[in-house]
């Protein structure tokens, strides 16, 4: 059997790394989404980005995968699984998941903004965060960024072309802790609802999917993932 897992903030949540949506606990009830997460928003004020990135690179490597990232990987045991995820952490990594599709890039690597050659230095740590950070500079004038993707910019084209592969030749797909809302993302599980293959939702809030999923659980990830396997057959009944 393959099983695509489609991953979002909601997974890495009980792990204690913010979603972006959250009304109250949210990345972004604090700071304006497309002034820190848009290659505008980096031209404009790139000691900000940096400074919000820098502490979400320490929070994210600071903590630990949960029972969701877990039960994920551990269906590597019965299913060929493939997890597509939007997160830049790392913790289905960490968890054991051994086929990890990157669609919005990594925090755990840096560039240059302007030649692209990739960024071995030190970071300073940032436990707390802070308003402003200088980023580092590259031997070609340019500035050091993470190699995330901001709004407007293309997605990395394998990890691309590997979730379309995944999803599409999946037997199942798994959609958890997204809201569902970001394109071209967003718009795996249309496919695979396209092809009949059976999509599984899992988030506490409904989402623009939810109507559309086979399944819709209003569950928690770290809850629903460990028994889901176990629990299909009378779900797709
Ligand atoms: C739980 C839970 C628990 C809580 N268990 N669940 C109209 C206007 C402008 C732009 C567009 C437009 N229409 C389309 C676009 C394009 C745009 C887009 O989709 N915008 C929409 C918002 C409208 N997309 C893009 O720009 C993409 N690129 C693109 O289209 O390129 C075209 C192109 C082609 C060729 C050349 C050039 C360009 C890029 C999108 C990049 C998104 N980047 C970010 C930042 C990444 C770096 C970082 O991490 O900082 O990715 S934005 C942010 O949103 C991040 C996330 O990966 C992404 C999705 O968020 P996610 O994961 O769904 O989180 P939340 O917070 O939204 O939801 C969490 C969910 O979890 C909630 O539902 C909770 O209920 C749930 N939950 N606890 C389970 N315990
Ligand atoms: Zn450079």
């Known amino acids: 059997m393959q099983v ?3 991953s979002g903030a909601g997974i890495s949540a009980e792990s204690g790394v913010p979603t972006f949506r959250d009304a109250e606990t949210g990345l972004w009830a604090k700071v304006d989404p497309y002034e820190i997460s848009s290659s505008d928003g980096w031209r404009a004020h790139p000691e900000r980005v ?22 994920v990987a551990a269906w590597q045991d019965y299913a060929d699984v493939h997890v597509v995820t939007q997160n830049v952490d790392n913790l289905h990594e960490r968890a054991g998941s051994k086929k990890v599709y990157h669609l919005h890039g990594s925090l755990f690597e840096f560039r240059c903004d302007r030649c692209q050659v ?13 308003e402003t950070v200088d980023p580092p500079r590259c031997v070609c004038g340019g500035m050091i960024r993470p190699s995330v993707v901001w709004f407007g910019e293309a997605l ?8 379309v592969e995944a ?24 496919f695979a609802l396209a092809n009949g ?8 809030e409904r989402t623009p999917l939810s109507d559309s999923a086979t399944v819709s659980l209003r569950e928690p990830a770290a ?15």
Do not use: F, K
């Open 4 to 6: 695509a897992v489609l």
């Open 50 to 71: 940096w400074a919000w990135y820098l502490w979400r690179h320490y929070m994210m490597g600071a903590v630990q995968p949960n029972n969701g990232h877990r039960a």
């Open 118 to 130: 990739g960024y071995e230095g030190e970071l300073p740590e940032m436990p707390e965060p802070v």
């Open 156 to 163: 990395p084209e394998d990890a691309w072309q590997r979730s």
């Open 167 to 190: 999803v599409t030749g999946a037997d199942l797909v798994v959609v958890v802790g997204t809201s569902s809302i970001v394109y071209p993302a967003a718009g795996l599980p249309e």
């Open 197 to 204: 293959i059976p999509v599984i939702e899992v988030n506490p």
């Open 223 to 237: 809850a629903a993932l460990p028994t889901l396997l176990q629990r299909l057959p009378a779900l797709l009944d």
